[in-house]
């Protein structure tokens, strides 16, 4: 699919893509967003000159400062608004007096991504984060209890998509600076109160809910995906000390609140349709509920997460949204079992995706086993040297990026990223 | 301190109390309220007409269908609101003109606390359950794995107040109806799915946030009483089977994700001063971040949980917001020790507020020994025979009253109340 748009090649917004977000530039206000190629198109200025056809109830919607608004109006609607905007945007576009040849509206409503500041896309009422990622469990069971399997650690593992509750006030937009948190550990079998020395990051793949259910409803497996707005990539950034003390009963809090990013561009699931590939098998029979009929419920989309340090890149790892043993739905259909109610904004997490091998370790907690060996990072520009980090360092920058290549063109993610500030 | 109104010795709401809450009236939209006596002041008409002094750029928020905004203004405007209300409300008050003698508008402002109906008082952002409750610990530590101390399970029990995050969009206002969860957990070593079978509540004491916080940056705990707007009581309540099967290594999470109540009533720090206590003693020295000068630092307020069931009233257990090791001001410090923002509206509660006794246990977990030993509840009308509980049975209603009692006259909170409806 081309557009008269132009498009590179490396590109990660190609016309099949389209992803949303909230951007502001120094003249105007935070307002929703489409990505194309090196542009971001301005769908307030869009709505506004009608060009986007009828809405009804929900025009006024993509004229706010969130996405909550309009990713409620559900999938029928956005997929018409995709249409809309791939017709107006194709290469032989019959509608090219609408935009394509409207100069004084394409000056008003394409404005360049190196223009533009990204913002939180959604408001979020609450965030999970999920534990399904296959060799992430395994391998992190046997550092946290030597010989240990995940089963005997979690005996319900692979009956049910295990999760906690994450902190949504501290959930930022990638480039937004964090700090190295303090917090109480021990160290050397001597309790300290100070700065995290075990900081970490985690690989992730997130959806945004579009529309929620009601308390005392649950949501069904096989409709579960229509309640999905699209996806992020996601840094859980963690602080392994502070957590491995504190979690022994309750699970993560102080080592996972400080700070969790995630990526500005929200890709929806129509663009993503290609790149379907079944979950990891689960090795027990699932109860009715978890049973989902789609059997490529996952998807397979490449994450690689690279550290800026000394003014060079390094590679850290290569992950795969594909390394889960449970769907987006049945998280979802798991989370509202018990009649607990999803609202429209909230964020829902994959966990870990590590793959097989260290160099598919989704965090430094597995890649190094626990700090005890040190991880030597390859880095892009082969002059320099490689680096070697046990845990992370002051300045330290991690970025996710990940993007899916199909014959329709690239569906890429933009990146996620976040540098570390010393503690205060 | 008397007032003109007549207010019951048996009133939860005296002048010195006046707790804020959200009302709605046949006629009315949901609007801020303050209680007293038998009656509900619609703030929203005060502030309308004047009556309730200069709030500066404040005035509007007392307009308002949540308390956030006004929640937000910080202690010194909260004060100069009471101290006003107490000074019109007075018996002998000097500016009787102003409302005692203005009969129009006290027929507007005066809403029988009967014909209201309370709706949940701020947007909550996120709602945070610590665990310190001391009895409950202890007690719950040998139900878990016989024999065991708490600090065996959790080695920072005494060192840090412990948490979990848990799910704000199941929080809901008093006479919010429940249903039984559904979800999965073993009976006689076979895993089934289905309606929980052990349900409880938990007796809990929780704040309000009024101002918060920014990422990166944390509340001392000296100052961090001046971040609470109020307090509510709590019930979490709590699927056991669906809990200890699930949360092994990430927390709770569905087993307690299906509801949670607070009374509706918002009572002030400043009505509770006379009421302060030392918390309970934790065995180990604390470090600089959580070390309070102020020793009174925990409140000392009888909860009373009962049971409605058949008609009658049982009693269930007398627990009191004493039991804690660490105060809301060291939970606040903690919280936000490594950089987590708290926002206006979060809630933060303090786990299960259990006392020594088999009759102050504040939870079915603790008071039937993990439901192997059922419990004879008392009834309040002693010519109806008592009634037994292992664990909640559909169409229970928990009822949880509290109520300080001092020379300004009593401060309760009325109720917090749920009534369990059978499983979807």
Same mark, same amino acid.
């Given at each position: 699919?081309?557009?008269?748009?132009?498009?590179?090649?490396?590109?990660?917004?190609?016309?099949?893509? *389209?992803?949303?977000?909230?951007?502001?530039?120094?003249?105007?206000?935070?307002?929703?967003?489409?990505?194309?190629?090196?542009?971001?198109?301005?769908?307030?200025?869009?709505?506004?000159?009608?060009?986007?056809?009828?809405?009804?109830?929900?025009?006024?919607? *993509?004229?706010?400062?969130?996405?909550?608004?309009?990713?409620?109006?559900?999938?029928?609607?956005?997929?018409?608004?995709?249409?809309?905007?791939? $017709?107006?945007?194709?290469?032989?576009?019959? +509608?090219?007096?609408?935009?394509?040849?409207?100069?004084? #509206?394409? %000056?008003?409503?394409?404005?360049?991504?190196?223009?533009? $500041?990204?913002?939180?896309?959604?408001?979020?009422?609450?965030?999970?984060?999920?534990?399904v990622?296959l060799?992430?469990? &395994?391998?992190? /069971?046997?550092?946290?209890?030597?010989?240990?399997?995940?089963?005997?650690?979690?005996?319900?593992?692979y009956n049910l998509p295990?999760?906690?509750?994450?902190? /949504?006030? +501290?959930? &930022?937009?990638?480039?937004?600076?964090?700090?190295?948190?303090?917090?109480?550990?021990?160290?050397?079998?001597?309790? &300290?109160?100070?700065?995290?020395?075990?900081? %970490?990051?985690?690989?992730?793949f997130?959806c945004?809910?579009?529309?929620? !259910?009601?308390?005392?409803?649950?949501i069904e497996v096989d409709s579960a995906e229509d309640?999905i707005?699209?996806f &992020?990539?996601?840094?859980?950034?963690?602080?392994?000390?502070?957590?491995?003390?504190? /979690?022994?009963?309750?699970?993560?809090?102080?080592?996972? +609140?400080?700070?969790?990013?995630?990526? =500005?561009?929200?890709?929806?699931p129509e663009?993503l349709e290609s790149f379907r590939v079944a979950p990891k098998k689960t090795p027990r029979e699932l109860p009715e509920y978890l049973v989902q009929k789609k059997e490529k419920s996952a998807y397979n989309i490449?994450?690689?997460?690279? #550290?800026?340090? !000394?003014?060079?890149?390094?590679?850290?790892?290569?992950?795969n949204t594909n390394n889960v043993i449970f769907s987006f739905a049945q998280m979802l259909a798991h989370?509202? $079992?018990?009649?607990?109610?999803?609202?429209?904004?909230?964020?829902?997490?994959t966990?870990?995706?590590?793959? =097989?091998?260290?160099?598919?370790?989704?965090?430094?907690?597995?890649?190094?086993?626990?700090?005890?060996? =040190?991880?030597?990072?390859?880095?892009? !520009?082969?002059?320099?040297? !490689?680096?070697?980090?046990?845990?992370?360092?002051?300045?330290?920058?991690?970025?996710?990026?990940? $993007?899916a290549?199909g014959?329709?063109?690239?569906?890429?993610?933009? +990146?996620? /990223?976040?540098?570390?500030?010393?503690?205060?």
């Open positions: 699919m081309a557009s008269w748009i132009p498009i590179a090649e490396t590109s990660d917004f190609s016309l099949q893509n *389209l992803p949303y977000g909230i951007f502001s530039t120094d003249n105007s206000d935070p307002r929703i967003g489409v990505a194309i190629g090196e542009y971001v198109i301005d769908l307030k200025i869009l709505a506004e000159e009608g060009v986007l056809g009828n809405l009804g109830s929900g025009g006024d919607t *993509l004229k706010q400062s969130t996405l909550n608004a309009y990713a409620a109006l559900g999938k029928d609607v956005h997929s018409r608004v995709r249409q809309t905007l791939q $017709r107006l945007l194709e290469k032989d576009t019959q +509608s090219g007096d609408a935009l394509r040849d409207n100069q004084p #509206l394409r %000056d008003k409503a394409f404005v360049p991504l190196s223009n533009v $500041r990204m913002h939180l896309p959604m408001v979020i009422g609450d965030y999970t984060d999920f534990f990622g060799h992430h469990a &395994v391998t992190c /069971a046997g550092l946290v209890k030597p010989g240990a399997t995940i089963e005997q650690l979690c005996p319900c593992f295990i999760a906690y509750n994450g902190r /949504a006030s +501290s959930v &930022v937009v990638s480039e937004t600076p964090l700090h190295r948190p303090n917090g109480q550990f021990p160290v050397d079998g001597k309790l &300290v109160s100070g700065p995290c020395r075990k900081l %970490d990051f985690e690989v992730e997130a945004f809910i579009g529309r929620g !259910n009601e308390l005392g409803t649950s309640h707005f699209g &992020v990539l996601m840094n859980d950034w963690s602080a392994r000390d502070i957590q491995m003390y504190e /979690a022994t009963l309750m699970g993560p809090f102080n080592g996972k +609140s400080f700070c969790t990013t995630v990526s =500005p561009w929200i890709v929806t663009a490449p994450i690689r997460a690279t #550290l800026g340090a !000394n003014g060079q890149r390094y590679r850290v790892a290569d992950c989370h509202t $079992r018990g009649g607990c109610p999803l609202r429209t904004g909230d964020l829902i997490a966990g870990t995706l590590s793959g =097989p091998e260290r160099e598919n370790a989704g965090c430094l907690l597995e890649q190094t086993r626990g700090g005890t060996e =040190p991880y030597e990072m390859i880095a892009e !520009n082969s002059a320099t040297g !490689n680096v070697r980090r046990a845990y992370l360092e002051d300045n330290d920058v991690i970025t996710f990026t990940a $993007r290549s014959r329709g063109g690239n569906v890429g993610f933009g +990146s996620c /990223a976040g540098k570390i500030l010393p503690a205060p």
